[in-house]
């Protein structure tokens, strides 16, 4: 698997990844816009094209992955990627790491449950804020689910 971190050589093409998958390189979480063109993060390329790719912020010693893409489900590109912010957010001497995902996301909700995350939060009825600022937003998610809140989850790291 050849993963890349995201840099100045790669970073108009995460770019237009970003955009053709999140509907704009904006991202609202917990009613914050994130510009996802400033974040740090890793990619999986086949054949110089992009198949996986996940980005995070760290603020302070926390790390929240902002969003993980996979074009190619239970190939392990998920999991590599998850496991590459593991891996860096541990040597930044993180304390955890958390991430956002909504109700409808079941397998998001399944795939960082099986990594060892725990859910946290719920923000209930989230979505209404969020999609004032961000219009784009569906109404109807994952397998007809009507997308209306943000589960937080969390992983907290060993002390090294």
Same mark, same amino acid.
């Given at each position: ?7 100045? /050589?790669?970073?108009? /093409? ?11 390189? *904006? ?14 993060? +890793? ?12 980005? @995070?912020?760290? *603020? $302070? ?41 909504? !109700? *409808? ?6 795939? @960082?449950?099986?990594? $060892? +995350?725990?859910?946290?939060?719920? @923000?209930?009825?989230?979505?209404? !804020? ?10 109807? $998610?994952? @397998? $007809? ?16």
């Amino acid at each position: 698997m050849d993963i890349k971190a995201i840099s100045s /050589q790669n970073r108009k /093409q995460i770019n237009d990844f970003i955009s053709s998958h999140w509907f704009s390189t *904006d991202m609202v979480v917990r009613g914050k816009t994130i510009d996802m063109t400033k974040l740090d993060g +890793f990619a999986v390329y086949e054949n110089k094209a992009i198949i996986g790719l996940v980005t @995070y912020e760290i *603020d $302070g010693s926390e790390c929240e992955i902002v969003s993980l893409d996979s074009l190619s489900e239970k190939h392990g590109i998920g999991t590599a990627l998850v496991e590459k912010v593991i891996e860096t957010a541990t040597k930044l001497k993180c304390v955890k790491i958390k991430l956002i995902t909504t !109700n *409808d996301n079941l397998n998001a909700i399944r795939f @960082y449950q099986r990594r $060892g +995350f725990d859910m946290t939060c719920l @923000y209930h009825n989230s979505i209404q !804020n969020a999609r004032r600022i961000k219009p784009s937003i569906p109404m109807i $998610g994952e @397998y $007809g689910i009507p997308i209306k809140h943000e589960i937080e989850f969390e992983m907290k790291l060993p002390k090294k």
